[in-house]
């Protein structure tokens, strides 16, 4: 009797996983692939961004 | 290429793609589930980058033909977001694959290819960067873009057709229908392609205008 209320108790309980990018269908694996991508242009953009300043900088001390 | 509309049409297309990309009716599929939505973001990064590696090639060949140092530059700045979009569809990929696949670089044919390829093309930058003549850097340089867009090529879209891949498409000689899309899905795919081609042209020719200037300030 104390097995099988054990073994129910067991089977009642959720199993804890880190399953949150599974949930939702997986949405959230498509947002973090998005993510990545714009995280990937914008970083881009900044390397962009700091090498034009240089070289106005450059050309102002011409 | 400074005109302004294609970058409109860029931004329009993008817009589109992430509104009905993320809303738009997909299939239901076990495994994928909502990922086959990755479609949409993972794949065109790949065309984007193909894109880029053709357009790189044909000023490769512009400057074996007329010896015009712009040609040059236009080829290393294609090449060079060609690179940067490869890593992203690398990084996207390997997401995505974590959580469906059960592993972010299982041992596909196609993820292999592509690791082989990118390499190809670093060496082009490895190659570049130990010339000091200008000339001679690009000539040679050009030469082996040629070589490694014919060896790439092959790679991605053949070798992995001659065994199985856990991309569709692939094994034996499938045409697009294997891509598990239906046609509500290609009404997003193709805009998309677009799309992130356009970002890709775009953001090249902003890396060309910095080069093209940065030569004419070395200039005077």
């Known amino acids: ?62 | 290429m400074n005109k302004y509309w294609w970058k409109f049409l860029a931004s329009g297309l993008l817009l589109y793609t992430v509104w009905f990309g993320f809303s738009g009716e997909v299939p239901r599929q076990p495994i994928l589930n909502e990922t086959i939505r990755n479609v949409y973001f993972h794949v065109p990064m790949w065309f984007g980058m193909m894109a880029l590696m053709i357009s790189s090639l044909v000023y490769s060949i512009k400057y074996l033909q007329k010896g015009k140092i712009e040609d040059d530059i236009y080829a290393v700045e294609f090449a060079n977001v060609a690179i940067v979009f490869g890593l992203l569809g690398f990084l996207t990929g390997s997401l995505w694959g974590n959580f469906t696949w059960g592993s972010p670089l299982p041992k596909d044919p196609k993820i292999i290819a592509v690791e082989v390829g990118l390499l190809i093309y670093a060496a082009y930058f490895v190659l570049r960067g130990s010339f000091e003549d200008e000339q001679k850097k690009a000539r040679l340089s050009a030469v082996y873009n040629i070589f490694a867009f014919a060896s790439f090529m092959p790679l991605v879209w053949i070798l992995p057709r001659l065994t199985d891949s856990l991309h569709p498409g692939n094994g034996g000689n499938p045409a697009f229908g294997k891509y598990d899309m239906d046609n509500s899905m290609r009404m997003v795919f193709y805009p998309a392609v677009m799309a992130w081609i356009l970002i890709g042209v775009w953001i090249s020719t902003l890396k060309i205008r910095i080069r093209l200037m940065r030569n004419k300030v070395n200039e005077v």
Not at chain 1, 20 to 47: D, E, P
Request: charged share 25%.
């Open chain 1, 1 to 62: 009797m104390k097995i099988i209320s054990i073994l129910f108790f067991v089977l009642l309980q959720q199993v804890e996983m880190a399953d949150s990018l599974r949930q939702n269908g997986k949405i959230y694996v498509v947002a973090g692939v998005f993510s990545i991508i714009t995280l990937g242009i914008l970083g881009y953009l900044f390397f962009l961004d700091r090498k034009i300043k240089k070289l106005e900088e450059e050309i102002k001390e011409k």
